[in-house]
């Protein structure tokens, strides 16, 4: 079994840690910002049996114990690169949830170079996952394609209902606010999902090809009265001679469910009926993630590199 640090005890975060424990691997340590959460154990926050007391930063948490960080906090490269370099210097594989982290060299790739040079330096394996980016939109689709020849066209489409979603995803597509509200959050980037063109370029990276011509839109769902029901999302590119799409919708009125489907030979065309639910999945994708990264080549991977197996 694993020995595992958690960095983040929001809500993916003490899921994954229920799930790790349940799984029988062994909870050496758990670090997150929130001071009121410093100096407590697990226990005594969430009433689940780990004795470990949380501390306020990976600078001050002891790391010797352990085999692999599972950092579920933050999106963004920039947020999560420092602390992420020094889990990496510590001699720990890592496994994050950061969106912008299942294909970095997009968003920040001197940052991402300098994760990969020191998880080569130190032998060990940094990977971002998640439900979407790192399994819907992008290796899925990329193991359906494997099974066409001469794909042309590799469309998806994801819709999530977010009316029995937590708070913090109705926020994040703007449920509630006027249109001009949206417009001013979305400029400052407070507003969509995040990875979206991460996954463009994952689909791109399994066809062997980099992705060109990349454009990508966020668009606010109206209801009555300037009333914002959710968000409409699209990154598109080529890879190759293959157009790849990515349409996501996530709104109040929207159904559940997400379409694969590959112009090729053959036409290969998938529907999850009820759609992919994102935060269990995220946290299946964590753990299975800890179970197989030890297997994985040294350095910075995306999920693509991921072994299937641990064993």
């Known amino acids: 079994m694993v020995r595992v640090v958690l960095c ?7 899921e994954v840690l229920k799930h790790l424990v349940e799984r029988g691997h062994t909870v050496a340590g758990v670090i997150d910002a929130d001071p009121a959460k410093a100096g407590k154990t697990v226990a005594e926050l969430t009433g689940f049996p780990v004795g470990v007391r949380v501390h306020q930063s990976v600078q001050s948490a ?3 114990d352990a085999d692999v960080a599972v950092f579920a906090a933050g999106s963004r490269v920039e947020d999560v690169a420092g602390d992420i370099a020094h889990l990496l210097s510590a001699g720990l594989d890592v496994v994050t949830t950061a969106e912008e982290m299942v294909y970095p060299s997009h968003a920040a790739g001197d940052e991402a170079g300098k994760l990969d ?10 990977v971002g996952v998640g439900a979407n980016p790192g399994f819907v939109m992008d290796w899925v ?29 109705h926020k994040r597509v703007g449920v509630g606010l006027s249109r001009a509200k949206f417009e001013k959050e979305r400029a400052e980037g407070k507003i969509g999902q995040i990875g979206l063109v991460e996954s463009a370029h994952l689909v791109a990276l399994s066809l062997g090809w980099k992705l060109e011509g990349a454009s990508e839109g966020t668009f606010p769902v109206l209801g009555s009265e300037d009333y914002v029901m ?12 293959c157009v790849i799409r990515l349409d996501l919708e996530m709104t109040t009125t929207s159904a559940d469910f997400d379409v694969i489907e590959v112009t090729g030979d053959p036409v290969i065309k998938i529907r999850f009926e009820k759609g992919v639910f994102g935060d269990s999945a995220t946290v299946a994708m964590a753990v299975h993630a800890v179970e197989r990264i030890g297997k994985a080549r040294a ?10 197996s641990g064993l």
């Open 62 to 64: 002891p790391l010797a």
């Open 230 to 241: 959710g968000v409409r999302q699209f990154a598109e590119g080529k890879a190759g001679d």
């Open 117 to 126: 040079a020191i998880a080569k330096e130190k032998g060990v394996t940094l």
């Open 141 to 169: 689709p990329a193991v359906v394609a494997s099974a066409s020849k001469n794909p042309t066209r590799i469309h998806v489409v994801r819709s999530v209902d977010v009316s029995h979603r937590r708070q913090q995803l």
């Open 299 to 308: 350095g910075l991977i995306t999920v693509l590199d991921l072994p299937l």
């Open 8 to 14: 983040g005890m929001g809500t993916v975060g003490t």
